[in-house]
């Protein structure tokens, strides 16, 4: 097991707020760089914010900029994602995953948009964000 189930989903109102958060094992996590990513019923997965191995570099794209939030804390091995002024768009199964090579791996390539994740080296167990009145 690489990482953790995600912690922190569940139904909130439109507006709130959730905190998600996912701990890792069974490799080097500081090495490696962190995404979470995003699924609704009938869509394509779609990154929603990664940083770099150190945390020194991040990137959110446009969907959810000044909104979403990643962190991380290397010496827990846990990565975080803080998500304020939720929509109903929001709402969808989120996963948290690592890349070995591309800290930018949550990117579509050429666009400010979120991409897929393919090409990352573990995914973990989503968890449930429902965003709802």
């Known amino acids: 097991l690489r990482f953790s189930a995600g912690v922190g989903g569940g139904l909130v109102q439109p507006g709130g707020s959730l905190r998600l958060s996912c701990a890792a094992s069974?490799?080097?996590?500081?090495?490696?760089?962190i995404g979470w990513f995003r699924q609704a019923p009938g869509k394509e997965r779609e990154g929603v914010s990664c940083?770099?191995?150190?945390?020194?570099?991040?990137y959110v794209p446009d969907p959810v900029k000044g909104r979403f939030t990643i962190s991380r804390d290397n010496a827990k091995k846990t990565v975080y994602l803080e998500m304020n002024s939720l929509k109903p768009e929001d709402t969808g199964v989120y996963y948290c995953?690592?890349?070995?090579?591309?800290?930018?791996?949550?990117?579509?390539?050429?666009?400010?948009?979120?991409?897929?994740?393919?090409?990352?080296?573990?995914w973990g167990k989503g968890t449930q964000v429902t965003v709802s009145s």
């Open positions: 995953a690592a890349h070995r090579r591309l800290w930018s791996f949550c990117r579509k390539p050429r666009t400010v948009l979120g991409g897929t994740g393919a090409g990352a080296d573990y």
């Open positions: 069974g490799f080097s996590f500081e090495d490696y760089a």
């Open positions: 940083i770099s191995s150190t945390g020194g570099v991040s």
